[in-house]
């Protein structure tokens, strides 16, 4: 079972371009997530899905776009980069409700947009 | 916004001592979780307290929970270098379909 996977593992981008950052769970959750890490910022929600064909705003969305068409995939896309996209970005799931139960986090990917 | 917020930010301590760690957060909660996130990885869950509970224990690890002070606290005991990472708290709104809201996080180091 490999759990949450992520691609790529690190991206360089120009700016202006667009991005799609890919996300898969084995687990059958029901709620995935996508959070940036900014060093001295913590942890911050981007957009999460609490079921397949439903999506929601996190806490720093702008810039951002995500879809839920199945299950198992979450991709998060970047219309047109800006550097200060650059962050490590980590997609989570969790097996039911947002936020009763503990999330699931992938590896990451170090994406850097010069 | 952030609600959880970790305290120390850093913590040296020296192998074989007690790590304690503190979150507060604002607004009432569901449950308050613990995450810890070694060094470019993802983050991993240790605990889960809920909100009718006040003190967790899991292996090494001890969470308390204050409502009434809205605070908790993950005591890791007899540390090894091993514990060296990051650690999270995360607090879940009473809404059930609202995410958990993480903090900062406290970066442990312990030097063997």
Known sequence: ?114 | SQQGEEDPQALSIQEGENATMNCSYKTSINNLQWYRQNSGRGLVHLILIRSNEREKHSGRLRVTLDTSKKSSSLLITASRAADTASYFCATAPFSGNTPLVFGKGTRLSVIA
């Open chain 1, 1 to 114: 079972i490999a759990g949450i996977t992520q691609a790529p593992t690190s991206q360089i981008l120009a700016a202006g371009r667009r991005m799609t950052l890919r996300c898969t769970q084995d687990m059958r959750h029901n709620a995935m997530y996508w959070y940036r890490q900014d060093l001295g910022l913590g942890l911050r929600l981007i957009h999460y899905s609490n079921t397949a064909g439903t999506t929601g705003k996190g806490e720093v969305p702008d810039g951002y776009s995500v879809s839920r068409a199945n299950t198992d995939d979450f991709p998060l896309t970047l219309a047109s980069a800006v550097p200060s996209q650059t962050s490590v970005y980590f997609c989570a799931s969790s097996p039911g409700g947002a936020s009763y139960n503990e999330q699931f986090f992938g590896p990451g990917t170090r994406l850097t947009v010069l």
